[in-house]
């Protein structure tokens, strides 16, 4: 099974090296040329433009920034539906709008291509570990296609309907994360200033019913969760500005069914603020710098 994998980020890259490790063949493409070296280094074959990557593709995986991205690389000039043949696999796990998968999967059904969804949960930690949870959208049969091709990058593939219903997951999901990590680094940035260890006020957070993904896996206080992005200075991780615009994308959703957000509106605003602070690029965790900085 041949493998384009397109987007070689801080969560694409690790996707694929796991498949590299697994030993499958994976081709791939990325604008970086850091993100194309490491994939080199690890064992991908290189390629110049996504539809190259694409051409003797069995199976193609997306993990790119935006919905402007994906119907490029998909739709446009030179995308890779062109290219593929009758058959073929097409997986994206980016996390955009339902809308713009569902139209996508429309016209590689036109072409005998099938297109579904599968955006991850599980940040650069699981990404690297392979136990990513992937939210599928598609129809079962070709889930269990999906499975098999998902299985050395994750954990948990769960079926969460026809296409589209993958993004809805996962944007529900970064709702409750984006506003779980402000939380956690509230309290926190709270017991700091009160003068509890952090050590200790984590501890007992993560033993007692406080305990979630944040405070346990990715506590934004430095030096309590192992290998989290907060113990480097908040890099190489889930960057800020992708985690606004995935709650942009749940406040937008909830807009066009007329479902109220109110904490989703408060913590967009604090990583709105945190991105115009020069800060986009960090860790969503780096949200407890505003309240470390209100200390002065």
Excluded at 62 to 81: D, I, R, S
Excluded at 148 to 171: F, R, T, W, Y
Excluded at 216 to 235: D, Q
Aim: net charge negative; with cysteine; aromatic share 4%.
């Amino acid at each position: 099974m041949n493998i384009a994998f397109i987007g070689l980020g801080n969560m694409g890259g690790k996707m694929a090296h796991n498949l590299l490790k697994a030993g499958l063949k994976v081709h791939g493409f990325d604008l970086s040329e850091v993100a194309i070296a490491h994939f080199t280094e690890a064992g991908g074959i290189t390629h110049a433009n996504p539809q190259a990557a694409a051409e003797q593709a069995d199976v193609v995986i997306t993990m790119l920034p935006a919905a402007k991205h994906v119907k490029e690389v998909y739709l446009g000039e030179n995308g890779v539906l062109a290219v593929l043949k009758k058959g073929s696999l097409c997986i994206d796990s980016s996390t955009i709008d339902p809308q713009t998968i569902k139209d996508i999967a429309v016209v590689g059904a036109e072409q005998g291509i099938q297109v579904c969804d599968a955006p991850v949960s599980g940040g650069t930690i699981g990404a690297q570990a392979g136990t990513l949870t992937f939210m599928v959208g598609t129809d079962l049969n070709t889930f269990e296609q999906v499975q098999s091709v998902l299985k050395p990058m994750g954990k948990n593939i769960v079926h969460c309907g026809e296409v589209g219903a993958g993004q809805i997951a996962k944007i529900c999901n970064n709702l409750i994360l984006g506003i779980s990590m402000a939380a956690v680094a509230e309290g926190m940035a709270l017991g700091a200033k009160l003068g509890i260890d952090p050590q200790a006020l984590a501890g007992v957070i993560n033993s007692s019913s406080g305990r979630c993904w944040s405070s346990e896996v990715c506590n934004p206080w430095p030096g309590i969760s192992a290998n989290a992005p907060a113990g480097r200075g908040y890099s190489d991780g889930f960057a800020t500005q992708l985690m606004l615009k995935d709650l942009g994308l749940a406040i937008e959703a909830a807009g066009q069914v007329k479902q109220p957000v109110l904490l989703g509106g408060l913590v967009q605003q604090l990583y709105q603020q945190l991105c115009m602070q020069g800060n986009a690029q960090l860790d969503f965790s780096s949200i407890i710098q505003q309240y470390l900085a209100k200390e002065a």
